[in-house]
Structures are given as structure tokens and as C-alpha cells.
């Protein structure tokens, strides 16, 4: 080996010589190469899935992404958070109030959503404004719903993450996931349900996250 | 603040690389990295960097001059160069990651990083292992099983190339 070649392996070595390092530069990827790199080999897929990366990988490098993961333990924070929520039903009339609880879930950059309704068949989006200040804690949001207004809406649902779009120029969105039966009622008594797939489908296709509520009801 | 430290002497330091290479720098200059701002402040002039090869601490030494004298109006000349710095092959990237690392110059540190990430992230994972001299120690079996598992992860076209 020339001494050239040694010191360029040399180099490479000192990455893969230190998890530290490693794991400084692996934070600053978005989601979906961090998924993909799981493949590279079985440390840089330890590291990725080590609950303590999830717990560092914030969404000021990245948009807005949260890893979800089976068997690390985000997972359990976010049943944690889902539990919470599924308590909750919130009840409105004039717009939909809608509270997150995001005090387990460190890495939220939230402020203002945009919910946008279109019937049938029904889609949600999310839109978050950027520019406005991170907020953590319980957070509450008001979207007007036009056509809803004069409604009386009950909406129990549970948020699991934050992703961008791929392929659209920074516009993040907020996926909204309903982990049971969403009820919509309506004033006067007419009440409809909407089946969505289980908590589990979304743990193995973590990419449903960053779907459109539409094509996730598929 | 100026003109104080133009009255005064020029604190030097001298920093030591690997390769038994010594250069002189101003203290002001060297304090940018929190190892070497520890030695300096228990009285250290002379500061042997056993990790860091002269080849990346002359670069190193350019990022802290020109971080050094930053200003409001050559915010644009600094921008420039940190991209002309960071503007060559993975492996000198990996030996500056490396080097800022062991020094601890945050901002190095956050431009490298994030240079690196940007560079690999719509690469497949073969050609990752390949920058970073890994061998792949999955059996098919695993790889399938992975890909399976992170279908969506894996759809579409990567970059294969190496650098």
C-alpha cells in the first residue's frame, strides 16, 4: 500500500473508528437515507436505531422528521403520547381546536397548521409555517374549516410525526394519523366513521407517516 | 477592542502537528478551538496535536485565520471560502471531520458534518461503503430481510458514484 492509500484508509478508519463521529455527521441526515443506510452495515445500523440517536436528531438539521422505530424506544414514547391523546376528545363548533400533546416529544418544531378538507374522499393536510418560533409543550391549534362552520365536529386523533414531502420545494406538512375510527359529528345527529389501518401498519411502513392521510387510508 | 490588541504584544502560540510540524499562530486565532483554549488557559504555549496531520491542520489553520476576522462586511468573502473549503474529496473530508473533532471547533465541525450528510444522502448504500472503506458484513439473507423491512426507503434511482 502506498502511503497515500494508507492515510486515505487512514482517514475513512477514524470515521469508522468512532461512533462519536459517526454519529455526529449520520445526525445531520434527513429520514430517508437514514433508513436506507441501515443497509451500509450492522454498526451504522445499530447507531441509527439506538434510541439515544432518535433522541438527538432534531428537526433544526433537518425540516421536520421524527424516526420511528419498533424497537427503539421513541416507539414508546410515542405510544405514551398516543395513549394521551386517545383520551382526548375535543369538541368543537366554529373550526376545529386542535390540541397536540408534544410534551414527550422533544424534537417539534410547531406552530400554526393548515387543515385543509375536501369530501369525498376526505383529505387532511397539515401545513406548518416555518417561520414562526419553535414550540414545544402542549400546543394548540386553530384551523377554520370552510363548510364546517356551523358544524359541531368531534375529532379524537393521535399525531406520530413530521415529515417533509418529498420532491416539494420545503413545503414541510404534518401528517395527522387517526389510530382508530375517526368520528366526524355533525350537528343534527349524522355520524360518520372512517376506518384507518392500525398502529401497526405505520411502524412497518414508517414511510405511511409522510403520506397524505388519503393514500395512508388506501 | 481594536486598538488594544494592536498596542499590546500578540499572544503566539505554537501548535504541533502529527507529522512534527510546527506552526505559529496568534492566540486569538487558536482559541476558536475549545481543546486548544483549555491548554492555553492553564498556560500552555506550545501544543502538540497528536491527531491531527499537518496536511489537514493547514487547512485548519486557514479556517480559523479567516474565522478569526470575521466582520460584518466580509461575511460574503467567509462564505466563499467555507465553500471552497469544503469543496474537495470525502477522505480529506474525513481526515478535516476528524481533525475539528478532536479539536473542538463547533462551527468546522457543523459545516463538515453537514457537507458530508449532503454528499452521501442520495447515494445507494454500496457506494456509501465504498466512500466510507466499509465491507458489508450482512449475509443476503439480512440485506433482504432490511430491504423488505424499509421498502419505501429503497424506492427509486441512487447515485452510485464515489465522489
Redesign the interface.
Known amino acids: 500500500m502506498s502511503p497515500v492509500e494508507q492515510?486515505?484508509?487512514f482517514?475513512?478508519?477514524?470515521?469508522?473508528g468512532?461512533d462519536?463521529?459517526l454519529t455526529?455527521?449520520?445526525?445531520?441526515?434527513?429520514a430517508?437515507?437514514l433508513?436506507?443506510?441501515?443497509?451500509?452495515?450492522?454498526?451504522?445500523?445499530s447507531l441509527i436505531s439506538d434510541p439515544r440517536f432518535s433522541s438527538l436528531w432534531k428537526p433544526e438539521?433537518f425540516p421536520s422528521a421524527l424516526i420511528l422505530e419498533s424497537s427503539s424506544g421513541k416507539f414508546s414514547t410515542l405510544m405514551k403520547c398516543l395513549k394521551w391523546i386517545k383520551s382526548t376528545t375535543v369538541d368543537v363548533s366554529m373550526g376545529i381546536y386542535i390540541w397536540l400533546a408534544l410534551q414527550s416529544l422533544t424534537c417539534f418544531r410547531l406552530t400554526s397548521l393548515y387543515l385543509e378538507m375536501t369530501t369525498p374522499p376526505w383529505k387532511l393536510k397539515y401545513y406548518i409555517d416555518r417561520r414562526k418560533p419553535t414550540l414545544c409543550g402542549i400546543q394548540k391549534m386553530i384551523c377554520s374549516w370552510p363548510g364546517f362552520t356551523s358544524s359541531y365536529i368531534k375529532l379524537t386523533f393521535t399525531m406520530l410525526s413530521l415529515i417533509s414531502e418529498a420532491n416539494q420545494q420545503l413545503v414541510p406538512y404534518l401528517a395527522l394519523y387517526m389510530p382508530c375510527k375517526v368520528k366526524f359529528t355533525v350537528k343534527g345527529g349524522i355520524c360518520e366513521e372512517f376506518p384507518l389501518p392500525s398502529v401497526h401498519h405505520l411502524i412497518?411502513?414508517?414511510?405511511w407517516i409522510g403520506s397524505k392521510l388519503s393514500n395512508i387510508g388506501q | 477592542m481594536a486598538s488594544t490588541t494592536e498596542t499590546k504584544q500578540k499572544k503566539m502560540l505554537i501548535l504541533k502537528s502529527a507529522d512534527n510540524d510546527e506552526f505559529e499562530i496568534e492566540e486569538s486565532v487558536g482559541v476558536q478551538s475549545e481543546t486548544i483554549k483549555n491548554l492555553v488557559e492553564d498556560g500552555f504555549t506550545f501544543v502538540p496535536l497528536p491527531n491531527v496531520?499537518t496536511k489537514a491542520l493547514i487547512k485548519i489553520i486557514d479556517y480559523l485565520k479567516k474565522h478569526a476576522n470575521k466582520t460584518d462586511s466580509n461575511d460574503e468573502e467567509i462564505k466563499t471560502f467555507d465553500k471552497d473549503f469544503v469543496n474537495t474529496t470525502?477522505?480529506?473530508l474525513?481526515?478535516l471531520?476528524?481533525a475539528a473533532?478532536y479539536l473542538h471547533i463547533s462551527c468546522l465541525?457543523n459545516m463538515l458534518?453537514?457537507t458530508?450528510?449532503?454528499r452521501?444522502?442520495?447515494?445507494?448504500?454500496e457506494a456509501?461503503?465504498k466512500?466510507?472503506?466499509?465491507?458489508?458484513?450482512?449475509t443476503p439473507e439480512e440485506?433482504a430481510k432490511?430491504?423488505k423491512?424499509?421498502?419505501?426507503?429503497?424506492e427509486g434511482q441512487?447515485d452510485e458514484s464515489l465522489d
Do not use: T
Open positions: 492515510l486515505v484508509s482517514s475513512a478508519e477514524k470515521i469508522e468512532s462519536d463521529l455526529k455527521i449520520l445526525l445531520f441526515l434527513p430517508r437515507p433508513f436506507r443506510f441501515k443497509l451500509v452495515s450492522k454498526r451504522w445500523m438539521s412497518e411502513n414508517p414511510f | 496531520y470525502f477522505d480529506d474525513f481526515e471531520v476528524s473533532n465541525m458534518c453537514q458530508i450528510a449532503d452521501i444522502k442520495d447515494k445507494s448504500p456509501v461503503r466512500i466510507f472503506h466499509i465491507n458489508c458484513d450482512y440485506e432490511i430491504r423491512a424499509n421498502a419505501q426507503a429503497f441512487f
